[in-house]
């Protein structure tokens, strides 16, 4: 009879909000601490806009979504504050971890069970 495995418990913190209601996250990694904060629309738009191309001879335009990333962890990146240019120069793993995380913070819709906005706090709370 084959032994069973069990199962793995993940342990999801909990998330953390700005006293203006922006997500934020934190993650260390080869032992420096990096820490991020949500675009609001109007960046987020401007990230975008930066880059998709001018319309081609049809009407049609493209989106670098390669660019679309770095630019969101540019502007997400409140501790390193780090340029396109230094962030294109960290190790590769290292990278792709700050876009999994800046893209968390800036999901095209939220995840079934969480609320679309974070729960005000009632200044008596704090």
Same mark, same amino acid.
């Given at each position: 009879m084959a032994a069973r495995s069990a199962a793995a418990l993940?342990?999801?913190?909990?998330?953390?909000y700005d006293a203006d209601g922006f997500q934020l996250d934190e993650v260390t990694l080869r032992g420096v601490t990096y820490k991020l904060r949500e675009v609001d629309g109007e960046v987020y738009d401007d990230v975008f806009e930066v880059a998709t191309s001018e319309p081609d001879d049809?009407?049609?335009?493209?989106?670098?979504?390669?660019? =679309?990333?770095?630019? %969101?962890? @540019? $502007? +997400?990146?409140?501790?390193?504050?780090?340029?396109? #240019? /230094?962030?294109?120069?960290?190790?590769?793993? =290292?990278?792709?971890? %700050?876009? @999994? $995380? +800046?893209?968390?913070?800036?999901?095209?819709?939220? #995840? /079934?069970?969480?609320?679309e906005e974070p729960e005000k706090k009632d200044a008596a709370e704090d």
């Open positions: 993940t342990v999801v913190p909990p998330k953390k049809e009407g049609r335009r493209t989106t670098d979504f390669a660019m =679309v990333n770095k630019g %969101l962890l @540019v $502007k +997400a990146l409140v501790e390193p504050k780090l340029t396109m #240019k /230094e962030i294109q120069k960290l190790p590769f793993a =290292v990278r792709q971890v %700050l876009f @999994v $995380k +800046a893209n968390e913070l800036h999901p095209a819709f939220p #995840k /079934e069970g969480e609320p």
